[in-house]
Protein backbone atom coordinates (compact mmCIF):
# COMPACT_ATOMS: atom_id res chain seq x y z
CA UNK A 1 0.00 0.00 0.00
CA UNK A 2 1.30 3.57 -1.13
CA UNK A 3 0.22 6.51 1.01
CA UNK A 4 0.74 10.07 0.33
CA UNK A 5 0.97 12.24 3.81
CA UNK A 6 0.09 15.50 3.42
CA UNK A 7 0.99 18.22 6.57
CA UNK A 8 3.41 15.50 7.39
CA UNK A 9 5.16 18.42 9.27
CA UNK A 10 2.56 18.86 11.82
CA UNK A 11 2.14 16.70 15.29
CA UNK A 12 -0.82 14.18 13.63
CA UNK A 13 1.33 14.03 10.68
CA UNK A 14 4.57 13.58 12.35
CA UNK A 15 3.16 10.45 14.43
CA UNK A 16 0.91 9.34 11.21
CA UNK A 17 4.22 8.81 9.58
CA UNK A 18 5.63 5.85 11.06
CA UNK A 19 2.13 3.82 12.01
CA UNK A 20 0.70 4.06 8.20
CA UNK A 21 1.71 0.69 7.18
CA UNK A 22 3.26 0.27 3.66
CA UNK A 23 5.19 2.95 1.99
CA UNK A 24 4.71 6.31 3.18
CA UNK A 25 5.53 9.57 1.51
CA UNK A 26 5.25 12.36 3.47
CA UNK A 27 4.83 16.04 2.30
CA UNK A 28 5.46 19.06 4.56
CA UNK A 29 3.69 22.30 3.76
CA UNK A 30 6.76 23.25 1.60
CA UNK A 31 6.63 19.97 -0.47
CA UNK A 32 2.35 19.97 -1.24
CA UNK A 33 0.69 23.05 -0.32
CA UNK A 34 -3.21 22.61 -0.43
CA UNK A 35 -3.52 25.92 -1.74
CA UNK A 36 -1.46 24.95 -5.12
CA UNK A 37 -3.50 22.62 -6.18
CA UNK A 38 -2.27 22.27 -9.68
CA UNK A 39 1.64 21.22 -8.15
CA UNK A 40 -0.37 19.15 -5.51
CA UNK A 41 -2.43 17.53 -8.51
CA UNK A 42 0.54 16.78 -9.98
CA UNK A 43 2.75 15.36 -7.62
CA UNK A 44 -0.46 12.99 -6.86
CA UNK A 45 -0.11 11.94 -10.59
CA UNK A 46 3.65 11.27 -10.37
CA UNK A 47 3.08 9.02 -7.46
CA UNK A 48 -0.16 7.36 -7.74
CA UNK A 49 -0.93 6.51 -3.99
CA UNK A 50 -3.61 3.82 -2.92
CA UNK A 51 -4.79 6.37 0.20
CA UNK A 52 -3.69 9.83 1.00
CA UNK A 53 -3.98 11.05 4.15
CA UNK A 54 -4.37 14.75 5.23
CA UNK A 55 -3.19 16.57 7.96
CA UNK A 56 -2.80 19.72 7.00
CA UNK A 57 -4.97 22.60 7.97
CA UNK A 58 -5.41 26.30 8.90
CA UNK A 59 -5.82 25.25 12.72
CA UNK A 60 -5.53 29.44 14.26
CA UNK A 61 -9.05 29.23 15.55
CA UNK A 62 -8.57 32.89 17.07
CA UNK A 63 -7.05 34.49 13.88
CA UNK A 64 -9.12 32.78 11.61
CA UNK A 65 -12.25 35.45 13.17
CA UNK A 66 -10.66 38.14 11.16
CA UNK A 67 -9.03 36.01 8.21
CA UNK A 68 -11.46 33.74 7.41
CA UNK A 69 -10.28 33.83 3.69
CA UNK A 70 -7.07 32.18 5.02
CA UNK A 71 -8.93 29.59 6.70
CA UNK A 72 -11.23 28.60 3.87
CA UNK A 73 -8.17 28.76 1.42
CA UNK A 74 -6.98 25.95 3.15
CA UNK A 75 -9.93 23.77 5.06
CA UNK A 76 -12.23 24.63 2.65
CA UNK A 77 -10.95 25.45 -1.05
CA UNK A 78 -8.11 23.88 -1.13
CA UNK A 79 -9.56 20.39 0.50
CA UNK A 80 -12.24 20.75 -2.35
CA UNK A 81 -8.99 20.50 -5.20
CA UNK A 82 -7.69 17.53 -2.87
CA UNK A 83 -10.65 15.03 -3.17
CA UNK A 84 -10.80 16.32 -6.56
CA UNK A 85 -7.66 14.85 -7.42
CA UNK A 86 -8.26 11.68 -5.26
CA UNK A 87 -11.77 11.17 -7.41
CA UNK A 88 -9.66 11.53 -10.44
CA UNK A 89 -6.82 9.39 -9.16
CA UNK A 90 -9.11 6.89 -7.60
CA UNK A 91 -7.37 7.59 -4.66
CA UNK A 92 -8.70 6.72 -1.25
CA UNK A 93 -8.67 10.07 0.94
CA UNK A 94 -8.39 10.17 4.63
CA UNK A 95 -9.15 13.50 6.08
CA UNK A 96 -9.64 14.81 9.15
CA UNK A 97 -12.21 17.43 10.60
CA UNK A 98 -12.42 18.27 14.40
CA UNK A 99 -15.29 18.88 16.97
CA UNK A 100 -15.34 22.82 16.84
CA UNK A 101 -17.75 21.89 14.07
CA UNK A 102 -20.49 21.53 16.73
CA UNK A 103 -21.22 24.14 19.38
CA UNK A 104 -24.56 26.05 17.99
CA UNK A 105 -26.82 23.98 20.10
CA UNK A 106 -25.86 25.32 23.57
CA UNK A 107 -27.88 22.69 25.59
CA UNK A 108 -26.84 19.75 24.62
CA UNK A 109 -25.07 17.79 27.12
CA UNK A 110 -24.76 14.14 25.33
CA UNK A 111 -21.60 13.07 23.14
CA UNK A 112 -22.36 14.20 19.29
CA UNK A 113 -22.95 11.45 17.05
CA UNK A 114 -22.14 11.53 13.44
CA UNK A 115 -25.76 11.83 12.42
CA UNK A 116 -25.74 15.20 15.21
CA UNK A 117 -26.91 18.34 12.71
CA UNK A 118 -23.72 20.06 12.87
CA UNK A 119 -23.45 24.06 13.68
CA UNK A 120 -20.02 25.81 14.01
CA UNK A 121 -19.81 29.25 16.00
CA UNK A 122 -16.68 30.22 14.58
CA UNK A 123 -14.63 30.71 11.86
CA UNK A 124 -12.93 27.83 12.10
CA UNK A 125 -15.58 25.53 12.49
CA UNK A 126 -16.92 26.78 9.60
CA UNK A 127 -14.43 26.45 7.44
CA UNK A 128 -13.99 22.76 8.63
CA UNK A 129 -17.29 21.68 8.24
CA UNK A 130 -17.14 23.58 4.21
CA UNK A 131 -14.18 21.04 3.90
CA UNK A 132 -15.74 17.86 5.41
CA UNK A 133 -18.83 18.17 3.11
CA UNK A 134 -16.90 18.85 0.08
CA UNK A 135 -15.02 15.90 0.58
CA UNK A 136 -18.14 13.50 1.15
CA UNK A 137 -19.48 14.67 -1.96
CA UNK A 138 -16.93 14.96 -3.97
CA UNK A 139 -14.61 12.05 -3.23
CA UNK A 140 -16.41 8.59 -3.10
CA UNK A 141 -14.00 6.57 -1.56
CA UNK A 142 -13.02 9.11 1.78
CA UNK A 143 -13.14 8.69 5.37
CA UNK A 144 -13.64 12.14 7.23
CA UNK A 145 -12.21 12.15 10.67
CA UNK A 146 -13.88 14.19 13.54
CA UNK A 147 -11.25 14.25 16.31
CA UNK A 148 -10.83 16.85 19.37
CA UNK A 149 -8.00 18.74 21.41
CA UNK A 150 -4.99 16.91 19.75
CA UNK A 151 -1.76 17.25 21.77
CA UNK A 152 1.85 14.96 20.91
CA UNK A 153 4.77 15.38 21.70
CA UNK A 154 6.21 16.99 18.42
CA UNK A 155 3.55 20.33 19.12
CA UNK A 156 1.47 22.10 16.62
CA UNK A 157 3.57 24.38 15.03
CA UNK A 158 1.05 26.62 13.98
CA UNK A 159 0.00 27.43 17.76
CA UNK A 160 3.52 26.64 18.92
CA UNK A 161 2.92 23.56 20.97
CA UNK A 162 0.00 22.08 22.34
CA UNK A 163 -1.90 22.62 25.56
CA UNK A 164 0.00 20.21 27.87
CA UNK A 165 3.21 22.09 26.94
CA UNK A 166 1.29 25.33 27.81
CA UNK A 167 0.46 24.58 31.22
CA UNK A 168 4.05 22.94 31.91
CA UNK A 169 5.76 26.17 31.29
CA UNK A 170 3.23 28.32 33.06
CA UNK A 171 3.62 25.89 35.82
CA UNK A 172 7.25 26.75 35.69
CA UNK A 173 7.28 30.39 35.53
CA UNK A 174 5.45 30.21 38.58
CA UNK A 175 2.40 32.27 37.70
CA UNK A 176 -0.85 31.39 38.52
CA UNK A 177 -2.59 29.29 36.35
CA UNK A 178 -6.27 30.13 34.75
CA UNK A 179 -8.02 27.99 32.80
CA UNK A 180 -11.37 27.69 31.27
CA UNK A 181 -13.50 24.93 33.29
CA UNK A 182 -17.16 25.82 30.85
CA UNK A 183 -15.64 23.82 28.15
CA UNK A 184 -16.07 20.30 28.13
CA UNK A 185 -14.05 17.79 25.18
CA UNK A 186 -12.16 14.80 24.92
CA UNK A 187 -8.00 16.02 24.80
CA UNK A 188 -6.77 13.31 22.58
CA UNK A 189 -3.11 12.08 22.39
CA UNK A 190 -2.10 12.11 18.46
CA UNK A 191 -0.37 9.07 19.18
CA UNK A 192 -3.63 6.95 19.46
CA UNK A 193 -5.28 8.70 16.56
CA UNK A 194 -2.64 7.84 14.31
CA UNK A 195 -2.87 4.07 14.93
CA UNK A 196 -6.88 4.38 15.28
CA UNK A 197 -6.59 6.12 11.56
CA UNK A 198 -4.33 3.50 10.73
CA UNK A 199 -6.35 0.70 11.64
CA UNK A 200 -9.44 2.61 9.62
CA UNK A 201 -7.64 3.56 6.62
CA UNK A 202 -7.37 -0.05 5.13
CA UNK A 203 -11.13 -0.73 6.35
CA UNK A 204 -13.07 0.34 2.84
CA UNK A 205 -16.06 1.49 5.17
CA UNK A 206 -15.61 4.90 4.22
CA UNK A 207 -17.42 7.79 5.47
CA UNK A 208 -17.88 10.17 8.21
CA UNK A 209 -16.32 8.71 11.95
CA UNK A 210 -15.85 10.31 15.12
CA UNK A 211 -12.20 9.28 16.71
CA UNK A 212 -10.82 10.32 20.42
CA UNK A 213 -9.74 9.26 23.14
CA UNK A 214 -12.04 8.21 26.11
CA UNK A 215 -14.49 9.85 28.34
CA UNK A 216 -14.36 13.94 28.67
CA UNK A 217 -13.20 16.47 30.71
CA UNK A 218 -13.16 20.52 31.34
CA UNK A 219 -9.68 22.01 30.27
CA UNK A 220 -9.53 22.84 33.92
CA UNK A 221 -9.85 19.20 34.91
CA UNK A 222 -7.38 18.11 31.82
CA UNK A 223 -4.74 21.01 33.31
CA UNK A 224 -5.49 19.72 36.60
CA UNK A 225 -4.89 16.42 35.74
CA UNK A 226 -1.69 16.91 33.85
CA UNK A 227 -0.09 18.88 37.45
CA UNK A 228 -1.03 15.70 39.27
CA UNK A 229 0.59 13.12 37.05
CA UNK A 230 3.52 15.46 36.77
CA UNK A 231 3.69 16.24 40.62
CA UNK A 232 3.70 19.53 40.30
CA UNK A 233 2.17 22.18 42.57
CA UNK A 234 0.80 24.64 40.51
CA UNK A 235 -1.25 27.93 41.52
CA UNK A 236 -4.20 26.74 39.35
CA UNK A 237 -7.95 28.25 39.36
CA UNK A 238 -11.03 27.47 37.04
CA UNK A 239 -12.31 30.69 34.71
CA UNK A 240 -14.93 31.03 32.79
CA UNK A 241 -14.81 31.27 28.39
CA UNK A 242 -15.79 35.15 29.27
CA UNK A 243 -13.40 35.54 31.74
CA UNK A 244 -10.57 34.12 29.41
CA UNK A 245 -11.57 36.20 26.71
CA UNK A 246 -10.29 34.50 23.67
CA UNK A 247 -11.29 36.07 20.50
CA UNK A 248 -12.95 33.00 18.83
CA UNK A 249 -16.33 31.19 20.44
CA UNK A 250 -15.11 27.85 21.53
CA UNK A 251 -17.79 24.90 21.99
CA UNK A 252 -19.12 24.25 25.95
CA UNK A 253 -19.77 21.08 25.25
CA UNK A 254 -17.91 18.90 22.01
CA UNK A 255 -17.74 15.62 23.29
CA UNK A 256 -17.51 13.21 20.44
CA UNK A 257 -19.43 9.71 20.25
CA UNK A 258 -16.66 6.97 18.90
CA UNK A 259 -19.53 4.44 18.72
CA UNK A 260 -19.77 4.17 14.85
CA UNK A 261 -16.02 3.72 14.94
CA UNK A 262 -16.48 1.30 17.74
CA UNK A 263 -19.36 -0.70 15.20
CA UNK A 264 -16.46 -1.64 12.76
CA UNK A 265 -14.91 -3.97 14.95
CA UNK A 266 -12.55 -1.45 15.87
CA UNK A 267 -10.96 -0.83 19.40
CA UNK A 268 -11.95 1.92 21.35
CA UNK A 269 -9.11 4.23 22.26
CA UNK A 270 -8.11 4.56 26.03
CA UNK A 271 -9.18 6.61 28.93
CA UNK A 272 -7.85 10.13 28.33
CA UNK A 273 -6.41 10.43 31.49
CA UNK A 274 -3.62 6.59 30.41
CA UNK A 275 -3.42 8.73 27.06
CA UNK A 276 -1.87 11.11 29.00
CA UNK A 277 0.19 8.96 31.44
CA UNK A 278 1.62 8.01 28.42
CA UNK A 279 2.35 11.17 26.34
CA UNK A 280 4.20 12.40 29.94
CA UNK A 281 6.34 9.42 29.81
CA UNK A 282 7.19 9.67 25.93
CA UNK A 283 7.68 13.17 26.77
CA UNK A 284 10.35 12.43 29.37
CA UNK A 285 12.01 9.87 27.44
CA UNK A 286 12.36 12.65 24.22
CA UNK A 287 13.65 15.17 27.23
CA UNK A 288 16.38 12.13 28.08
CA UNK A 289 17.57 11.75 24.58
N1 LIG B 1 -4.94 20.53 17.11
C1 LIG B 1 -6.16 20.23 17.57
O1 LIG B 1 -6.46 20.41 18.75
C2 LIG B 1 -7.20 19.66 16.64
C3 LIG B 1 -8.47 19.38 17.13
C4 LIG B 1 -9.43 18.83 16.28
C5 LIG B 1 -9.10 18.57 14.97
N2 LIG B 1 -7.86 18.87 14.50
C6 LIG B 1 -7.56 18.58 13.10
O2 LIG B 1 -6.59 17.54 13.07
C7 LIG B 1 -5.73 17.71 11.94
C8 LIG B 1 -4.28 17.70 12.39
O3 LIG B 1 -4.07 18.79 13.29
P1 LIG B 1 -2.66 19.04 14.01
O4 LIG B 1 -2.95 19.42 15.41
O5 LIG B 1 -1.70 17.92 13.73
O6 LIG B 1 -2.20 20.35 13.24
P2 LIG B 1 -0.75 21.03 13.17
O7 LIG B 1 0.21 20.39 14.09
O8 LIG B 1 -0.98 22.50 13.27
O9 LIG B 1 -0.32 20.66 11.69
C9 LIG B 1 -0.96 21.18 10.58
C10 LIG B 1 0.03 21.15 9.45
O10 LIG B 1 -0.63 21.68 8.29
C11 LIG B 1 0.34 22.44 7.60
N3 LIG B 1 -0.28 23.39 6.71
C12 LIG B 1 -0.87 24.58 7.00
N4 LIG B 1 -1.30 25.16 5.87
C13 LIG B 1 -0.99 24.32 4.86
C14 LIG B 1 -1.17 24.36 3.45
N5 LIG B 1 -1.71 25.40 2.85
N6 LIG B 1 -0.74 23.30 2.73
C15 LIG B 1 -0.15 22.25 3.31
N7 LIG B 1 0.09 22.16 4.62
C16 LIG B 1 -0.35 23.19 5.40
C17 LIG B 1 1.13 23.12 8.70
O11 LIG B 1 2.35 23.55 8.19
P3 LIG B 1 3.17 24.77 8.89
O12 LIG B 1 3.70 24.19 10.18
O13 LIG B 1 4.19 25.11 7.88
O14 LIG B 1 2.15 25.85 9.14
C18 LIG B 1 1.26 22.00 9.72
O15 LIG B 1 2.42 21.22 9.48
C19 LIG B 1 -6.21 18.99 11.25
O16 LIG B 1 -7.12 18.68 10.24
C20 LIG B 1 -6.93 19.74 12.35
O17 LIG B 1 -7.91 20.62 11.85
C21 LIG B 1 -6.91 19.40 15.31
Known sequence: MRYALLGAGGQLGRDLQSRLQGEVVAWTREQADLTRPMDLRAAL??????????????????????????????????????????????????HFSTDYVFGLDENNRIPWTETDAPGPIGVYGLSKLAGE?????????????????????????????????????????GKPV??????????????????????????????????????SCSWYEFAAA????????????????????????????????????????LPLLRPWQEALAAYLDERGRKNRT
Not at 138 to 147: A, E, G, N, Q, S
Not at 182 to 192: A, E, G, I, K, W
Not at 242 to 255: H, I, K, N
Open 45 to 94: EALRPEIVVNCAAYNLVDKAESYPAGAFAVNAWGVRDLALACRDLGCVLV
Open 226 to 265: IFERSGIKAELAPITSREFGATARRPAYSVLSTSAYHALG
Open 133 to 173: YLVRSLCPRHFVVRTCGLYGVWGSGGKGGNFVETMLRLAAQ
Open 178 to 215: RVVADQSCTPTYTVDLAAATAALATTERYGLYHVTNSG
